[in-house]
């Protein structure tokens, strides 16, 4: 499986798409969530294809890889106001769907405490991609080696779905369906991202992502993880694999066999064993299967030891 066709090694593109490819696409602007919710809901009933757009920046990389572009796609980005925040509230942190990287990153408390999703926010793209990217953007984009989406799921956060229907929230790990599919039904849009409170100033959070290259590089292997240490036992853990199958996936037979156990209990071949039932590496333009999956045993055991030292 190759995720962008004719793509260099491990590169997000550096060059403009053609404006051509972009001038046939009809842009609808609605002003508030309800127009939104409505012009979708039309749009279904006529048959329509209608694409929800926030930041832009994936629609970019689709155009300039030659992507057919949609007809029509949905402007959301004048909904800033209402959803372009970050809320912290009881259950925890609202992230909204327009909030984009740069407001979270401008946002102290979201750096002290998502310090693992604060780094992630930092590689995503440079400067300029990370004042229009979006978190719900990264998530519904559904790319395997997303850098966001890796370590929201690690973190439970579950994905707010509205549409004139009504609203449904749905833990991250069970949004995918496979490659590139989300369960986001046609008239929905995402409104927010939550995080739970007690995921928040959580000491065990760990991300790392192998690249060709520390910045603007597509990630070849990652891991984003929770880990909550007791006594010298971990005594929960959530592991998340990035670029390793179709989507982010989370590894919830290497959770189950490495939970309440010590670092001394560890067994690497039991640990192999258990990566084996969750994962099936992918091979492709940017690593093999056989890289992958070595490199990835290694992020963990890297992930065990430092949290643990913490
Ligand atoms: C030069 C460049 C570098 C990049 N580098 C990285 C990188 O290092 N790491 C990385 O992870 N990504 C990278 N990206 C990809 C992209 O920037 C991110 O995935 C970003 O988070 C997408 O956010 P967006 O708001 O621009 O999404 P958009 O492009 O607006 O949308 C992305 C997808 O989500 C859907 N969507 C968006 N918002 C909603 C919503 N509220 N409800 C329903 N559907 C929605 C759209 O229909 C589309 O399918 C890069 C892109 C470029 C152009």
């Known amino acids: 499986m190759s995720e962008q066709p004719g793509m260099a090694l491990g590169e997000y593109p550096t060059t403009l798409p053609s404006p051509q490819l972009l001038r046939d696409v009809a842009v609808l602007r609605p002003n508030d969530l309800h127009h939104a919710l409505t012009l979708l809901d039309e749009a279904q009933r006529a048959g329509q294809a209608l694409r929800p757009m926030a930041g832009c920046t994936d ?14 796609v949905l402007d959301l980005w004048a909904l800033r106001h209402s959803l372009g925040t970050l809320q912290w509230t009881e259950r925890g942190l609202r992230i909204g769907a327009l909030a984009t990287y740069r407001t979270a990153l401008q946002d102290p408390r979201f750096c002290a405490e998502l310090p693992a999703l604060a780094k992630a926010a930092s590689l995503v793209g440079a400067t300029q991609i990370q004042a229009r990217g979006t978190f719900a953007g990264n998530v519904e984009n559904a790319s395997p080696a997303a850098d966001a989406a890796p370590m929201l799921m690690a973190l439970d956060a579950s994905v707010e779905l509205t549409s004139l229907r009504g609203v449904r929230e749905l833990p991250l790990h069970s949004y995918y369906l496979g490659y590139r599919r989300t369960v986001r039904m046609p008239d929905e849009i995402i409104t927010s991202l939550l995080i739970p409170a007690d995921r928040l100033g959580h000491p065990g959070q760990w991300l790392r992502k192998v690249g060709t290259r520390a910045y603007q590089a597509i990630t070849k292997v990652g891991l984003a993880g929770v880990f909550s240490w007791q006594d010298g036992l ?25 939970r309440h156990k010590s670092l001394s209990d560890l067994d690497p ?19 093999t299967a056989d890289y992958r999956a070595e490199v990835f045993a290694r992020l963990v055991e890297q992930a065990l030891r430092e949290t643990a030292a913490t």
Not at 60 to 72: D, I, N, R, S, T
Not at 237 to 256: I, N, Q, W, Y
């Open 59 to 72: 629609l970019l990389v689709e155009a300039h890889f030659g992507k057919p572009m949609p007809a029509q």
């Open 234 to 258: 971990l005594q929960d853990v959530s592991l998340v694999a990035v670029s390793m199958a179709a989507t982010p996936l989370r590894c919830f037979a290497m959770e189950g066999y490495l």
């Open 269 to 287: 071949i039991g640990l192999r064993q258990a990566q084996a039932r969750d994962l099936t590496p992918i091979d492709d333009v940017r690593s």
